[in-house]
């Protein structure tokens, strides 16, 4: 949980240096080879998400720090996206990016991408199968979004009370916020667009609509780091900002049942996690949310070297920037990087790096990421 002390250093922080990163690293990107004399360095293209999420903001800042540092080789380039889902397809469809680009993405997504692409339930978000075994890099921390709800409604108590009104979801290129709360929508509770108003505005925008009166609920999100015990949520800005109104906020779990039944029917590991009583405004008892573990994945030929110098340019400088963004302050954590790489999974350079840092065995204490086949 941020304190509200906290919430205005990290808010005041980001307005001193976000311009100043984003144009720096704007230069670096447009510009590489002007500012050095030196060897060409590699460039490595890092899909995220849509301009607002914080992980965009997030990898915006380490990029500038990993180019200064002078010691890697390469220049991180983090490439604002629709969402995890334009990740996933981008990469399965363009060839060209195999070698030099890695992407956000999670668990959940390359399982369903492999086993249910193309589905009447997911068609609209995954349109064809999408059966590569992809290599992932590191571990970057759990989400909740889609699977739970906010509202100013203390009629609405569950998901099931939210048959028959309207709805105001993410965008259909985001994997939690527009796949993730769809599809428990309609194969967990039976709810969609012909038995309520679905809107998929974004968490931008939902969030005007849900204070404007326009939706009845809206779903929402946080996140927490992988590493056990070290659970401090990090709520989404969809939350501030509805927390800023000063309004009293009601807030809808998920039934661990759905999580069960989605599980079941397409063998992915969304998980139960509990949150707290006090952990956000308003919030008198325990809130049971789903969730899902974030990663950095890449294609099988990503060169050796090239993965194995992103890891360590990772590991060796979030600890010099944790001050300048809350997810490096809050979810990332060294030994979490591990969490669900197994010696199948994971890219052999990032194995090679894992090992160096002495966390390559803590692997051991987190479930695994099965890749489906």
């Given amino acids: 949980r941020l304190s509200e002390q906290e919430e205005i250093i990290m808010v005041s922080r980001m307005k001193k240096l976000g311009v100043f990163l ?6 670096l990107s447009v510009f590489p080879g002007t500012t050095t004399a030196g060897p060409k360095l590699d460039v490595l293209t890092q899909l995220e998400a849509p301009m607002g999420h914080g992980s965009l903001m997030a990898f915006t800042i380490l990029g500038n720090f990993v180019a200064k540092a002078d010691q890697w080789g390469f220049i991180l380039r983090p490439q604002e996206t629709p969402g995890f889902l334009y990740n996933i397809r981008e990469m399965g469809q363009n060839k ?5 680009t890695v992407f956000g993405t999670e668990e959940t997504i390359i399982t369903l991408a492999y086993v ?10 995954l ?24 509202t100013f409604d203390p009629e609405l108590k569950t998901i099931a009370d939210l048959k028959g009104k309207k709805l105001g979801l993410g965008l259909r290129t985001q994997s939690d916020w527009g796949m993730d709360a769809t599809l428990f929508l309609n194969v967990a509770y039976g709810i969609d667009s012909k038995n309520s108003k679905l809107f998929y505005l974004g968490p931008a925008k939902m969030t005007d609509t849900l204070l404007d009166g326009k939706v009845d609920a809206i779903c929402m999100g946080m996140a927490a780091g992988n590493a056990p015990g070290a659970k401090k949520w990090l709520p989404s800005s969809v939350y501030l900002k509805l927390k ?9 779990p998920i039934d661990p049942w759905a999580i069960e039944k989605i599980n079941q029917k397409y063998g992915t590991t969304y998980q139960v996690e509990k949150v707290p009583a006090g952990t956000l ?14 990663f950095i994945a890449c294609h099988p030929t990503l060169p050796e070297d090239l993965a194995y110098r992103y890891v360590m340019a990772v590991a060796k400088t979030v600890p010099l920037i944790r001050e300048y963004h809350a997810i490096w302050k809050y979810v990332w954590n060294l030994e979490g990087m591990v969490s669900g790489l197994t010696e199948e999974n994971t890219h052999p350079g990032a194995i090679r790096a894992l090992k160096e840092l ?14 489906p086949k």
């Fill in 116 to 125: 249910a692409g193309g589905t009447p339930e997911l068609k609209e978000f």
């Fill in 281 to 294: 405004k308003d919030q008198q008892g325990e809130l049971i949310v789903g969730a899902d573990r974030v």
């Fill in 358 to 371: 002495g966390v390559w065995d803590k692997r051991k204490d987190y479930p695994p990421f099965i890749m």
């Fill in 22 to 27: 984003l144009f720096g690293f704007f230069c």
């Fill in 127 to 150: 349109p064809v199968k999408i059966p590569i075994a992809w290599k992932m890099l590191w571990s970057e921390g759990i989400a909740s979004q889609g699977m739970w709800y906010i």
């Fill in 96 to 100: 060209a990016r195999w070698k030099n």
């Fill in 244 to 252: 800023a109104s000063g309004r009293k906020l009601y807030y809808i």
